[in-house]
């Protein structure tokens, strides 16, 4: 890939002391060797994307098919933690269940003995 040719390229810089300004254009030495390197580096950035490609879709198979089968779960994803976090919501419901049922009934009993203290005390 990489050649030496020091006498490929020749840049030449115009001198202010004329008036006219010229384009100076540099090429090759010849038609047949300017031809030839770009067909060259065509040919080497397409092998170049044709490579980034094949890696590009490598690893995308890589990153889909680690398992075989189940869901890919990032590495980060605690289990443990979820499962207790849903443990701790399901008893955080019932307790609150349950909290309800008992002060219905606790003033219900406390109605109803008031209101048989206050017959009995009448009578």
Same mark, same amino acid.
């Given at each position: 890939?990489?050649?030496?040719?020091?006498?490929? *390229?020749?840049?030449?810089?115009?001198?202010?002391?004329?008036?006219?300004?010229?384009? *100076?254009?540099?090429?090759?030495?010849?038609? %047949?060797?300017?031809?030839?390197?770009?067909?060259? @580096?065509?040919?080497?950035?397409r092998?170049?994307?044709? %490579?980034?490609?094949?890696?590009?879709?490598?690893? %995308?198979?890589? %990153?889909?098919?680690?398992?075989e089968?189940?869901?890919?779960?990032?590495?980060?994803?605690?289990?443990?933690?979820?499962?207790?976090?849903?443990l701790?919501?399901?008893?955080?419901? @019932?307790?609150?269940?349950?909290?309800?049922?008992?002060?219905?009934?606790?003033?219900?009993? *406390?109605?109803?003995?008031? @209101?048989?203290?206050? @017959?009995?005390?009448?009578?």
């Amino acid at each position: 890939m990489a050649f030496a040719a020091p006498a490929l *390229l020749a840049v030449i810089r115009p001198s202010f002391k004329n008036s006219t300004h010229r384009n *100076l254009q540099v090429r090759a030495q010849t038609f %047949r060797e300017e031809g030839r390197h770009s067909n060259m @580096v065509d040919s080497n950035l397409r092998v170049l994307r044709e %490579r980034i490609e094949q890696v590009q879709m490598k690893e %995308r198979l890589e %990153r889909c098919c680690r398992k075989e089968h189940g869901w890919n779960y990032a590495p980060g994803y605690n289990y443990k933690l979820k499962r207790d976090t849903q443990l701790s919501d399901f008893f955080g419901l @019932v307790s609150l269940a349950t909290g309800t049922v008992f002060l219905t009934l606790l003033s219900g009993t *406390l109605g109803l003995y008031l @209101v048989s203290l206050v @017959v009995h005390l009448s009578h």
